[in-house]
């Protein structure tokens, strides 16, 4: 009787033991995967330069572009404009004013007296000189593998000499369109179905408080109605709620522009796709 109470007590301790050694294994193995998988989630997410990497070099600028390929960036977003001479030039503003210290209209100035303006001596005398870049030169920085998303700046009287700049680079499939002007990417649908299509949204303002307003989920049928490919959302108005629903609808979801990694951390159980950040590279550590 006495033995048969030692094996079972014996039997009991060898149990307990096993558990104490297994349990904390099995528990490490959770953790780990969980790590995993939030690491997976993470790489998922494109880094997209927003105009090259302008936080360390001139935006909109060849320099730029090879600097944010160089830092690892997924993708890098220009901005493109057609000057009254037809070219497709590489620059976020209307005028030059801010970029160079001299005021010219794109639109109404033809290419080669914007060529000459030194774009890039404001971030520095290393890039003296610098200069407004065509978009046929921009994508000539574009290696395999890695996109252009190109904001449109100008109105559907671009899109002619866009096609022929796109047809001429062999890069059109690297190619993402975006822009805030609807009925730009609707046309540019119609010329190429297959290319994908963002629409861009600036967050609205209550200008008696000042604050920035959530996204309606109204965009999404918007997107939905036109053919488009997804949303790009200015993260001052960024939420859960536009985001499940966006996925939900199938929609590829872009966020503008996060240059805090606590920030971007929040975007990664929400299924965004790309995050536009000035500090690419900076990102890309932290991510």
């Known amino acids: 009787m006495l033995e048969n109470v030692d094996k079972n007590r014996f039997t009991s301790i060898c149990w307990l033991l096993g558990c104490s050694l297994i349990f904390p294994g099995i528990l490490m193995t959770m953790l780990g995967c969980k790590g995993s998988i939030e690491e997976s989630r993470s790489k998922s997410i494109q880094i997209a330069a927003h105009r090259g990497a302008s936080h360390l070099a001139p935006e909109n600028t060849i320099v730029s572009a090879r600097l944010a390929w160089k830092l690892g960036a997924d993708a890098v977003e220009c901005d493109v404009q057609q000057t009254i001479d037809g070219e497709i030039v590489v620059i976020h503003d209307l005028s030059t004013d801010r970029v160079s210290g001299e ?99 600036k967050a609205a303002q209550d200008f008696s408080t000042g604050k920035r307003l959530a996204h309606g989920v109204h965009l999404i049928e918007i997107v939905q109605r036109n053919n488009l490919d997804g949303l790009g959302l200015d993260v001052r108005g960024f939420n859960e709620e536009i985001a499940r629903e966006a996925k939900r609808a199938g929609l590829l979801l872009y966020v503008w522009t996060v240059d805090d990694p606590a920030v971007a951390g929040k975007f990664v159980p929400m299924g965004v796709d790309v995050l536009i950040t000035n500090r690419p590279g900076w990102m890309r550590k932290r991510m």
């Open 103 to 201: 005021h010219l209209w794109v639109g109404k100035t033809p290419w080669r007296r914007l060529k000459g303006l030194d774009v890039g001596s404001h971030m520095g005398t290393e890039y003296v000189g610098e200069e407004i870049p065509t978009l046929y030169d921009f994508l000539m920085t574009l290696p395999e593998g890695k996109s252009l998303l190109l904001e449109v700046k100008s109105g559907p009287e671009i899109l002619e000499g866009l096609e022929r700049v796109l047809a001429r680079s062999g890069k059109q499939k690297q190619v993402v369109l975006m822009s805030f002007r609807l009925e730009v990417l609707v046309l540019a649908k119609r010329r190429w179905p297959k290319m994908t299509m963002v629409f861009l949204k």
